[in-house]
């Protein structure tokens, strides 16, 4: 089991520009989770989802930042029209079931410049 | 909303000490807790889950343990080695639908 994995490992973008990270759950997860931790800030949750729903996107910015899980492939987090405060870690988690041990990946660092 | 808090921010020990760090969440309705480490530019490794029918966990030196109703979750290291280096970070899940919330986490430093 490759465990979770996240791609690219480090994404330079232009302000205005889209971000695209990608997620692969490990094998058996249907749950997902995507964190974004700041320079000297804790992990903030952003979006919980499930095969192909969206469970709590409470924590996720209302513009310009989108999540999606689909039946098949990684999860996907979208950021468009990038700007210089979205540059942070973006890290993915797994679950197979909820409530059980999630699994992190080694995050996606996005610079905006 | 759940909020969590962990002291100390920062800890500087030499190699053997035994030491805690403390963990302490507003909403005790929680499923679960979990502790990661993560070294500095890497990712979260769990190390210890805590059922919220549990009151600990133990992995070899790592020892958890949970007072759900007091809000409070303590990880215990034993014998502290440099490789212990890291930050710990503790997060309880909640209630269905939610997930993981973090601390800041507690940077430690252990000399050799």
């Known amino acids: 089991n490759a465990g979770v994995m996240q791609n690219p490992r480090h994404l330079v973008r232009r302000r205005g520009q889209e971000a695209r990270l990608r997620c692969s759950p490990m094998k058996g997860h249907s749950h997902v989770y995507w964190y974004r931790q700041l320079p000297e800030e804790g992990l903030k949750f952003m979006v919980y989802l499930q095969k192909e729903n969206i469970i709590d996107e409470s924590g996720m910015p209302k513009e310009r930042f989108s999540a999606e899980f689909p039946k098949e492939g990684p999860s996907i987090l979208r950021i468009q029209q990038v700007v210089r405060g979205d540059s942070a870690a973006y890290f993915c988690?797994?679950?197979?079931?909820?409530?059980?041990?999630?699994?992190f990946g080694q995050g996606t660092r996005l610079t905006v410049v | 909303k759940q909020e969590v808090t962990q002291i100390p921010a920062a800890l500087s020990v030499p190699e053997g000490e035994n030491l805690v760090l403390n963990c302490s969440f507003t909403d005790s309705a929680i499923y679960n807790l979990q502790w990661f480490r993560q070294d500095p530019g890497k990712g979260l490794t769990s190390l210890l889950l805590i059922q919220s029918s549990q009151r600990e966990q133990t992995s070899g030196r790592l020892n958890a343990s949970l007072d759900k109703s007091s809000g409070r979750s303590t990880l215990y290291i034993a014998a502290s080695q440099p490789g212990d280096s890291a930050t710990y970070l503790c997060a309880p899940e909640g209630r269905a639908g939610t997930a993981l919330i973090f601390g800041k986490g507690t940077t430690l430093s252990v000399s050799s």
């Open positions: 988690a797994s679950s197979e079931e909820k409530n059980t041990e999630a699994f």
